[in-house]
DNA sequence: CTCCATTGGTCTGATTCCAGACTTTTAGAA
DNA sequence: TTCTAAAAGTCTGGAATCAGACCAATGGAG
């Protein structure tokens, strides 16, 4: 049988648009995930052009723009370059009402369906894999570092060691895939208190997500993935609304 | 601890490059996957294009390469339109092994990978889910219409109904993201000879995803989706080189 | 102090891409 | 037959983007 179904997922838009203001997003996700931390330097104009797949005058627009809004400090001269000037701030009472109001319920959803599906799929594969001591390794030093943060760097490290697990699996789509799910709850997720309460409970399951990967046993790892997850879209959701 | 990373991921590419082949090439997809069936019309120019994001010049220019490369046939006024006027070959032996080794094999690796989580995550987030009947119904119909489906509507349906779980979840994003990994391995697929011997064993594994799905066991649907999967990314790395 | 490598800043011409108005063709309806 | 609606085809001016050459500042090496 035909059973006629437009599926739209392969009509989709071909471009995301403006240039510009998508490279003005990219780079503020950057900043305000820490990849690029407070105080550090941007790679030079031209690298960062090449890497982004657009042109100097471009990138030099959004940096103009985020510069301008206070994000950056550019610097001209050898060993120059645009330096962060930015520290989210402590997130206050009301904010993350607002930070889920602003989103809307549907795109809320999709991007939280979206970042459960990925990242638990990168989990499971990882799981399934036989990892080299090295990925080892850096899969236990993401571990520590989040675990070992400081308020002020526990995003930034949170954030690495989830992108971390996509990035061992060796597949750029995919790691390109969770980071752009990370990118979507990032304003949620930092305006969310930081509780030490949450970051303990947070901790033992970031080790029960390794362990299992360790173990190679997909199904527990999927699992913790997905319990992790689904603590934050509860809470979330909660506040639709 | 800081462990300095470049999580290159997030500063990949904003743009894909050419607008114009950007779009050639989704068309292609969209008929070598059948979206648009043999003798099908393809939208109207001024939909389509809205629907790309892309002006409809451009689409045009997309569509002439199309006509001229005997994939479409476009006919003017009212019920005109583009038609779809291409028929997949019968795979010849030898045009898998060139399919696989034309796209190399860390790239070919990536888009395994990759579709190996975005489906399993797609599977298991939608058998974590209460479905209503229509989802039942729609999900039924998928399956029954791929386990009847001729040779020369396999390939079709089977992408149907594989994208048809990624759309059950409500996600643009996780469909977007399921449609992708199909394209990345489409020609390889279609390289593939259609032996009734996989069919029916296909439909087997097909039956057991929804079986999972459908029973709300993720875990189960998870393995199913990763062991269908795992044939055909065997089969396909076994002709590398 | 001088030089120079590295980095941001500026300019120009070309190309791509767009929005939208207008034209032509065609099949069916009246 | 004539009219009409829906579709492709065409044209124009402008905006966005690019590639690449060149200028200017700056901090360290010698």
């Known amino acids: 049988m035909m059973t006629e179904s437009p599926l739209v997922s392969l009509l989709r838009p071909v471009r995301s648009g403006n240039a510009f203001e998508e490279t003005v997003e990219r780079l503020l996700q950057a900043i305000k995930l820490g990849v ?31 510069q301008e809004s206070g994000y950056l400090d550019v610097r001209r001269g050898r060993y120059g370059g ?10 206050r009472h009301g ?3 607002r930070a889920v109001n602003e989103m809307g319920p549907s795109e809320l959803d ?8 990925v990242e638990c ?22 571990l520590s570092d989040v675990n070992e943060a400081g308020p002020s760097d526990y995003r930034r490290l949170d954030t690495a060691f ?20 990370r990118l979507r709850v990032t304003d949620l997720l930092n305006a969310i208190p930081i509780l030490s309460f949450n970051i303990q409970h947070s901790a033992d399951q970031h080790a029960a997500i390794v362990e299992a990967i360790l173990n190679r046993d997909p199904d527990r790892a999927r699992q913790a993935v997905a319990e992790h997850l689904e603590g934050t879209a509860a809470l979330l959701r909660g506040f639709l609304a």
Not at 39 to 66: D, F, H, N
Not at 121 to 142: E, K, M, S
């Open 36 to 66: 690029v931390a407070h105080g550090a330097k941007m790679p030079p104009e031209r690298e960062l052009a090449a890497q982004l797949g657009i042109s100097r005058v471009t990138l030099r627009e959004a940096i103009r723009a985020l």
């Open 82 to 91: 645009a330096f962060v000037v930015y520290q989210p701030p402590d997130p």
């Open 95 to 97: 904010d993350l009402r």
């Open 110 to 117: 999709d991007a939280l369906t979206f970042r459960m599906a």
């Open 121 to 142: 799929g990168a989990a499971q594969v990882l799981a399934d894999r036989d990892l080299t001591p090295t990925q080892i390794a850096t899969l236990r030093r993401r």
């Open 162 to 181: 989830h992108l971390c697990i996509a990035e061992l699996t060796g597949s750029p789509l995919l790691a390109a895939a969770c980071a752009d799910a």
